[in-house]
């Protein structure tokens, strides 16, 4: 029996591997994974290690107010470590009837305006950064993408003829497109010039194709080594795939264009707390600024609720609110 026992009890995999099997069945991305395993870890220890099946509500609302209340976390940190908890109740273990989880003490949400750039802090930002770094810089600016959603751009996404880009799979999961500025054709050719030697240097070296995602890569099984699905921005250097364990070339790594970002902006005197996401934010005030509609902007944004969207009014470059002073008439 003792022999038994063992075996079932090696059968069934653990709970982190759970929750990661139903994670990838549902096809989150890497970075969800690693948070709602995170913070899944953390709501074990906290309670000491007991398993979550023997706990509830308010074990669920004592970590959440610990989160808020001890560790002061933001609003957005708070959210996320629920939607991980809750993921592990009813996805994983199949309990739906958790009531309201009313008497959680919430993390406040400080009301902040987005931090822009304005047009001569942005060629001096770009006067000080050369290279890869440059071209993606100027492609954030210019098309108001997210980070990751330039990083995870492909080849097949850009339309040089239409300057647009197709940004797939963009928060939310939604597909749109956005402007591919037309000043940037010239510099992108080059780019994938380089990046097609890349790309032939890998195949000749039988190098695994691209990561594709969700079931793309048993659709089509020859696209990974296709040229229009690779990375329009490839990484330097081969690693292993963390899920699947493959060894081949991912794309290029976000934290190298943050730090390069910052490095600029503090080479060009810039006092404003910039990072790449000040460029999406400037691009939208310049478009509002220019004269384009709110609804334009949001599209080309992606933002959900117009709301989002109507921030950037209260940073437009007339003042506080977009209002002229009464000392201009004087």
Partial sequence: MGNGAANSGQDKPRLLDQVRDKIRTKHYSIRTEDAYIHWIKKFILFHDKRHPSEMG??????????LAVERKCAASTQNQALSAVLFLYRDVLGIHHLPNLENITRATTPTRLPVVLNRSEIQGLFSKMHGIHLLMAR?????????????????????????????????????????????????LGDHLDDVRGVFDSDRRNGLPGVYLPFALERKYPNAPTEWRWQYMF????????????VIRRHHYGEQSLQRAIKHAADKA????????????????????????????????????????????????NRGGRGVLSPLEAI
């Fill in 57 to 66: 509500t308010l074990e669920i609302e004592t970590f959440l107010t610990y």
């Fill in 139 to 187: 492609l954030l600016y210019g098309s108001g993408m997210r980070l990751m959603e330039l990083i995870r751009l492909r080849i097949l996404d850009i339309d040089f003829e239409r300057n647009e880009i197709l940004v797939r799979n963009g928060k939310g999961n939604k597909d749109r497109v956005t402007i591919l500025p037309s000043s940037l054709g010239n510099h």
């Fill in 234 to 245: 490839p990484a330097k250097a081969i690693s292993k795939d963390k899920r699947s364990g």
């Fill in 269 to 316: 005197g810039i006092d404003k707390k910039v990072s790449p996401h000040t460029l999406r934010h400037s691009f939208a005030t310049h478009l509002m600024e220019n004269g384009y509609d709110i609804r334009t902007v949001q599209e080309l944004l992606g933002h959900k609720d117009i709301s989002t969207t109507q921030i950037y009014t209260h940073v437009l």
